[in-house]
């Protein structure tokens, strides 16, 4: 069965300091991993995907993730946090429906906190 | 500006009552989704609608009934709803077989049952 872990319930950093948002997953075949960001009051918001190529992606706001294959992990990182980066973060994994829809499975979330 | 918009964003009611969650996509969309959003619990998949016929319903209680009457609309019918069905409810829409774009999810619905 696919699974995603958010080990971390909370992640603590000072502003200006490196972050890193953890991430493993468990999933039979070729993994498709997302990252959402969830503000206060709004919907999921998407950062960046993996589906195949450069182990490091790029996405939204200057984050970016880097996959692992052997360890499994889809990491999230950004190298100077902001205080505007404080938010609930997302990792999933996405399996194929015969319907052509995409069941993403979420992990439980990891609240980042970044201190002024 | 979300392309997915929900209404209400705010919505209290007692257990006997029945209203409706609605939800509606300005991106072209094709398949469209509820979650349910509750604390300390992973995002959970209700049901799965591609063009307009439902795929997917995650042994969801059926005080719970959706209705897609198009590609663009998404309605969630609540009635004799339990306190523990107070949760955020999202919305969400993508494109059938496009594999590499993202859901887009609505700023979702917060429901209160008394």
């Known amino acids: 069965a696919q699974s995603v872990a958010q080990p971390e319930d909370q992640v603590n950093v000072a502003e200006g300091n490196p972050l890193t948002v953890k991430c493993t997953y468990s999933?039979?075949?070729?993994?498709?991993l997302f990252w959402y960001v969830q503000y206060p009051n709004r919907g999921l918001q998407f950062l960046l995907k993996?589906?195949?190529?450069?182990?490091l992606v790029k996405g939204s706001y200057g984050f970016e993730a880097e996959f692992n294959k052997s360890q499994t992990s889809f990491h999230l990182k950004k190298p100077s946090a902001l205080v505007s980066d404080s938010a609930l973060y997302f990792c999933a994994v996405r399996r194929t429906s015969t319907s052509g829809t995409y069941k993403y499975i979420f992990g439980t979330g990891t609240r980042l906190k970044v201190l002024a | 500006e979300t392309g997915v918009t929900q209404t209400p964003r705010h919505l209290v009611m007692g257990m006997t009552n029945k209203k409706s969650l609605k939800c509606e996509q300005h991106?072209?969309?094709?398949?469209m989704y509820w979650y349910k959003q509750s604390a300390k619990k992973p995002l959970e998949l209700m049901f799965v609608?591609?063009?307009?016929?439902?795929?997917e319903n995650n042994s969801v209680p059926s005080r719970f009934s959706p209705e897609c009457p198009n590609s663009s609309h998404l309605f969630l019918h609540l009635h004799t709803l339990q306190p523990e069905d107070s949760a955020l409810y999202l919305c969400?829409?993508?494109?059938?077989?496009?594999?590499?774009?993202?859901?887009?999810f609505g700023d979702g619905t917060r429901l209160s049952i008394l």
């Open positions: 991106l072209g969309h094709n398949a």
């Open positions: 609608y591609s063009l307009e016929e439902r795929v």
């Open positions: 993996y589906i195949t190529g450069d182990n």
């Open positions: 999933v039979s075949g070729n993994p498709y």
């Open positions: 969400a829409s993508s494109q059938v077989w496009q594999p590499n774009q993202p859901q887009h």
